[in-house]
């Protein structure tokens, strides 16, 4: 079973920057798209961005476009989302997940298209 962890969080003040990460257990990690989703309270969770197999090609939500950006390091099983001029309204707990799919050709954004997920990181900016 694949298991995915993520770090990186905190609370830090508007304008500031954080770097998350995800770690895969097992071999096919390098298989399957990679995305990064949040949720803040009383919201439903929502797409943020998401990577290809291969780490040719992106995906982002407007919200974050310009400012996140998503890569990824099959060698060590990593996936990673460095946010920049953050904001409060980016303030949410931050879940990464794999595609459900292996070898994908076309971005998804849905939360049903993603599995296994990560037990979430806590993201607060302050104003």
């Known amino acids: 079973q694949v298991q995915l962890v993520e770090s990186g969080g905190g609370l830090v003040q508007a304008g500031d920057s954080l770097r998350l990460s995800c770690t895969a257990s097992?071999?096919?990690?390098?298989?399957?798209?990679m995305g990064w989703f949040r949720q803040a309270p009383g919201k439903e969770r929502e797409f943020v961005a998401g990577?290809?197999?291969?780490?040719?090609?992106?995906d982002y939500a407007d919200s974050v476009k310009g400012r996140f950006t998503i890569s990824r390091d099959n060698a060590k099983n990593t996936v990673h989302l460095q946010m920049n001029s953050l904001k409060p309204e980016d303030t949410a707990v931050y879940y990464c997940?794999?595609?459900?799919?292996?070898?994908?050709?076309?971005?998804?954004?849905?939360?049903?298209?993603?599995?296994?997920w990560g037990q979430g990181t806590q993201v607060t900016i302050s104003s």
């Open positions: 997940a794999r595609d459900s799919i292996p070898f994908r050709t076309i971005p998804v954004r849905r939360s049903s298209d993603f599995g296994p």
């Open positions: 097992g071999r096919t990690f390098s298989n399957y798209r």
């Open positions: 990577i290809s197999w291969a780490g040719s090609s992106t």
